[in-house]
């Protein structure tokens, strides 16, 4: 135990990470032990009845909004530590923490009856059968998808086979369409590349080749490959150069279908440890954080 986080060794190899005790400890403080398990942490309708603004929810008083801030910092906790698949739901609580009402309210405790009906999900790390490390990237976005019509962001890396990094967060400027918020999605994903890129290098694990970042929007990735300036695109090149001044080609341009995976910008099913859900088609994006080459 370290923080609140059991580390176990599994008989197959590897190491699996959970808060099991920490999570029970939170469900009896809040006296939610004997809850109705819940399969799911929030449902569509449910949030956009909160884009809409229709929830009818009355405000809380001052110790429902304390007690509705302690839930969100308490599994804040347990997010951060091995439970990714808090993300999104956490993501959206927080952003009411301020003002409460009791359908805020309402949400945050079916969370925690998600939490009872997957209290043993366990983050699982194995050593590859590869002697090289290889950092590689998922990531997507909702649409508008928020009272002040801001995106989702949600993004993931691996360590080989190995789930190490995972962000669920709203978007700070308001995309005008599904590309631009894709695009604003992979600008957030490469500059975390960078940093885990020096991360690793500093440990002693650099990465001698491009990391792979995959993202399923063609429109955006087309807009990250092409180098001419156009009228409506010309304000996101100014803000959000990264993607495209950080890519690296090969001969021909490494994009290929791929298998896609969902994202951290709705709740992913985390009972296959690190491994995230299949569900259809995607391209990748290969890119290089140091250099810069053409064809």
């Not at 309708?45 to 308490?74: C, P, R, S």
């Not at 002697?131 to 995106?151: C, E, H, P």
């Not at 962001?153 to 978007?171: A, D, E, M």
Request: charged residues 20%.
């Amino acid at each position: 135990m370290c923080l609140g986080i059991k580390i176990t060794r599994e008989p197959s190899g590897g190491y699996a990470f959970g808060q099991q005790h920490y999570l029970e400890e939170i469900l009896k403080d809040l006296s939610m032990q004997d809850c109705k398990p819940n399969t799911t942490p929030m449902s569509k309708g449910e949030v956009n009845a909160l884009t809409a603004g229709e929830t009818g929810g009355k405000k809380l008083d001052a110790n429902g909004h304390a007690l509705y801030q302690q839930i969100v910092g308490k599994l804040m906790y347990a997010m951060v530590g091995s439970r990714p698949d808090l993300a999104y739901p956490l993501s959206v609580l927080g952003r009411y923490g301020a003002s409460p009402d009791t359908y805020h309210m309402a949400l945050a405790k079916r969370v925690l009856a998600y939490v009872k009906a997957t209290i043993n999900y366990r983050l699982h790390y194995k050593r590859g059968s590869s002697s090289t490390t290889v950092l590689t990237g998922w990531v997507d976005s909702d649409y508008a998808n928020s009272d002040d019509r801001k995106s989702t962001t949600g993004l993931c890396f691996f360590i080989n086979s190995n789930l190490v990094y995972w962000c669920s967060k709203r978007q700070q400027t308001v995309a005008t369409s599904t590309t631009v918020a894709e695009y604003f999605a992979l600008y957030e994903a490469t500059t975390e590349c960078v940093c885990l890129r020096n991360l690793l290098a500093d440990i002693g694990f650099p990465q001698p080749g491009p990391t792979t970042i995959r993202e399923d929007n063609q429109t955006a990735i087309k807009l990250a490959e092409d180098e001419t300036s156009h009228k409506r695109t010309k304000h996101i090149a100014v803000k959000y150069p990264t993607p495209r001044s950080s890519r690296t080609w090969e001969s021909p341009p490494f994009t290929t279908w791929l298998p896609r995976r969902t994202s951290l910008t709705s709740s992913p099913n985390p009972s296959r440890g690190s491994s995230i859900k299949s569900s259809a088609t995607a391209w990748t994006l290969s890119i290089d954080i140091f250099s810069l080459s053409h064809p």
